[in-house]
């Protein structure tokens, strides 16, 4: 079966500081993998998705950005944190190429202080 | 483009209550539906999900129906339980792969 890890699953962090969040995928191969935000009582933003290695889309502008070096690893980073980036940052995978539902990891509670 | 229209929040019922969530979308073609659920401090789960027009989902006593002719997928449950407890999303995916969620609705039972 297929499982999604996503940590750290807390994190508190300076302004001004770097981020890296890391989620991977197992038990598929060649997913489509997602980041999203949540900011607090507010819905889901999507911030980043791939298709395949190296191929990643950005839907909104921001100091945040993604990579995929593996096939099923899909990291979400940042070089200097601001106050606005805090939130509850979700990872999720679905199977390519089909209109089948999104699998979320557990998140990500991100405070910048 | 495509979105989903979701009841606002917060819900609050008495144990065993009907429950009703209202969902509409706009998409192009024939989109899936979903409904996640979120319990504190987790990610997104999800409930059920409907395919074509008329298909029913179901899960735990919910169920939905997607009905093209209203552009709906309403969430409802017989009787609610404490456990319900959560946030619920109302979702799409088109041929895009490109999912379009509600903003979400608190629920909260009371004993």
């Known amino acids: 079966s297929q499982t999604i890890h996503q940590w750290p699953a807390t994190l508190v962090q300076p302004v001004g500081s770097p981020l890296s969040l890391e989620c991977t995928v197992e038990g598929t191969s060649n997913p489509n993998l997602y980041w999203y935000r949540q900011a607090a009582g507010r819905g889901l933003q999507l911030l980043f998705y791939s298709v395949g290695i190296g191929q990643i889309s950005s839907e909104v502008p921001q100091n945040l950005s993604a990579s995929r070096p593996q096939d099923r690893q899909f990291i979400l980073s940042s070089k200097k944190l601001l106050l606005s980036d805090s939130g509850f940052y979700l990872c999720?995978?679905?199977?390519?190429?089909?209109?089948?539902?999104?699998?979320f990891g557990n998140g990500t509670r991100l405070t910048v202080t | 483009g495509d979105s989903v229209t979701q009841m606002e929040g917060p819900v609050t019922l008495s144990e065993e209550a009907f429950l009703t969530i209202n969902c509409t979308y706009t998409?192009?073609?024939?989109?899936?539906l979903f409904w996640y659920v979120q319990y504190p401090g987790e990610g997104l789960q999800l409930l059920l999900k409907?395919?074509?027009?008329?298909d029913k989902g179901s899960n735990k006593g919910f169920e939905a129906t997607y009905r093209k002719e209203t552009t709906s997928f309403h969430l409802e449950k017989g009787s609610v339980q404490v456990s319900d407890s959560a946030v619920y999303f109302c979702a799409l995916v088109n041929t895009g792969n490109q999912f379009y969620f509600g903003t979400g609705t608190s629920l909260t039972v009371i004993p």
């Open positions: 409907a395919t074509k027009a008329d």
């Open positions: 999720a995978w679905s199977v390519a190429g089909n209109a089948t539902p999104l699998h």
């Open positions: 998409a192009t073609g024939y989109p899936s």
